[in-house]
């Protein structure tokens, strides 16, 4: 079974600070694939990144950055110089093989609000 | 290029009432997912399509809930009949294919449901 749990309920930081979104996943599947995705206030669920097991390279897109680490199992996010913007609920992904290939599993989501 | 479409965006019924979801996934996605989100239980997958076809439906709560995708540009969700617990946002999403590197999801702005 796959699991995904980001224990961080929810965040508050003051604009400008960096902020750090933690995930931890949990599969058998050697091969398998993970995701990042917001949700701000207006809904809508909205795709940030895809990270693939066999890939463990670290990614930076502007301010968003992501560190995948296959020893610990975890996929971490981290917003530096965080903007009123970002306020939003995060969730984690998994998407592994096998019988359940295609089912994305989201963790409980992490609320983070920015402060101006 | 136009995201995913849902319709209507917003419901308010009466329980008993037959409720249906309507959703046009991206141009050329092959496969289509239908989820549900609530405080309570978060986001769950309900059902997926790939080409038009129904591969697992599990994680539909129970016999009042039916979806169709009689074409690719097309899908469905029906709740007959409605329940108060039936309450949550609904969400429809698409990926170009379900075992490629191409799989992240889509997702619609959503469906509100209220059930009085």
């Known amino acids: 079974a796959q699991k995904v749990t980001q224990a961080q309920t929810e965040i508050s930081v003051v604009e400008k600070e960096d902020v750090t979104l933690d995930c931890v996943y949990e599969?058998?599947?050697?091969?398998?694939?993970l995701f990042w995705y917001k949700q701000p206030p207006s809904g809508e669920l909205v795709f940030l990144i895809r990270?693939?097991?066999?890939?463990?390279q670290n990614e930076i897109s502007g301010r968003y950055s992501w560190n995948f680490q296959k020893s610990t199992s975890s996929f971490n996010f981290t917003i530096t110089a965080s903007q009123v913007v970002d306020s939003a609920v995060y969730f984690c992904a998994l998407l592994a093989g096998g019988t359940s290939y295609g089912k994305l599993t989201f963790g409980q989501g992490t609320i983070l609000t920015v402060h101006p | 290029d136009a995201g995913v479409i849902q319709s209507p965006r917003h419901e308010v019924t009466e329980m008993g009432q037959e409720v249906t979801l309507r959703c046009k996934p991206i141009?050329?996605?092959?496969?289509l997912f239908w989820y549900r989100q609530t405080m309570m239980r978060g986001l769950e997958l309900l059902i997926y399509?790939?080409?038009?076809?129904?591969?697992?439906d599990s994680g539909m709560p129970e016999d009042r809930f039916s979806a169709k995708m009689p074409n690719a540009s097309f899908s469905t969700l029906k709740i007959q009949p409605s329940e108060p617990r039936d309450s949550a946002v609904y969400f429809c999403?698409?990926?170009?294919?379900?075992?490629?590197?191409?799989?992240?999801?889509?997702f619609g702005p959503g469906t509100r449901l209220t059930v009085t």
């Open positions: 399509f790939n080409n038009n076809v129904p591969i697992d």
């Open positions: 599969t058998r599947d050697t091969t398998y694939y």
């Open positions: 999403a698409s990926s170009l294919a379900l075992a490629s590197r191409d799989h992240e999801q889509y």
């Open positions: 990270r693939n097991s066999f890939d463990e």
């Open positions: 141009s050329g996605h092959n496969s």
